[in-house]
């Protein structure tokens, strides 16, 4: 089983409509990342959260949402999905800060959303 | 804000060649480490390489390198032997500043047989 897992892996819905993306680690790491990626725009970050009690926007959160409810769970909500927000969505976890440990990024699988 | 240049949106390379893909950026950090990801058609985000910035030696795993260029803020990808499973979008990402990782918009890197 993967380490990170994302669910769904690819979901069409429609303009108006509330998704949920879930994510789940087992790799034990405190810090947790929703990113998005689009055709020739790299990934950005959404949301990030460095232990379940901290919540910080990313560079792009306008129009999401985030829940912490756990160490190993991060979920993502477009509360009303719009159909610029069609992308390829990662979940991402590391160990730690710069200081403690590299900050390598560990990736779930993606999540296709498109939005009609 | 942190800036990440990957200048070459594109780029091919026959199978068995050598290929470098660029990468500057800034940050004010002194101590910290970049990373090379590679993204196949699969869509999984898998590490290729990464680099500590104190240390001077360049990181190898196996054919792939980095020249890495402290004070230019330079970190170049080299892949020798290419091979055609290589194909796939390669990203640079250096810290932001804030103790996480900012990616560059990628290089789609095509081996041609």
């Known amino acids: 089983d993967a380490d990170v897992t994302q669910t769904p892996r690819n979901r069409i819905t429609k303009t108006g409509k509330r998704i949920m993306l879930e994510c789940s680690q087992t790799k034990g790491h405190d810090r947790m990342y929703w990113y998005r990626q689009d055709p020739g725009l790299g990934l950005r970050l959404i949301y990030y959260s460095f232990d379940v009690k901290d919540i910080n926007k990313g560079e792009i959160s306008d129009g999401y949402s985030v829940s912490r409810q756990a160490q190993a769970k991060f979920s993502l909500s477009l509360e009303s999905a719009i159909p610029n927000q069609t992308a390829l969505y990662f979940c991402?976890?590391?160990?730690?800060?710069?200081?403690?440990?590299?900050?390598?990024?560990?990736f779930g699988e993606g999540s296709r959303l498109t939005v009609l | 804000a942190q800036t990440v240049t990957q200048s070459q949106p594109e780029m091919s390379v026959q199978e068995a060649e050598t290929v470098t893909l660029s990468c500057t950026y800034d940050t004010s950090e002194n101590n910290y480490y970049l990373f090379w990801y590679k993204q196949p058609p699969s869509r999984q985000m898998i590490l290729v390489i990464r680099q500590e910035a104190y240390k001077q030696q360049n990181a190898t795993e196996n054919r792939f390198s980095v020249n890495f260029q402290k004070a230019a803020k330079s970190f170049s990808l080299k892949i020798s032997d290419s091979q055609l499973g290589d194909t796939a979008m390669y990203f640079c990402?250096?810290?932001?500043?804030?103790?996480?990782?900012?990616f560059g918009k990628g290089t789609k890197l095509t081996v041609n047989p």
């Open positions: 990402a250096p810290p932001d500043g804030s103790e996480k990782l900012v």
């Open positions: 991402a976890t590391s160990e730690g800060g710069l200081a403690v440990n590299t900050g390598e990024l560990f």
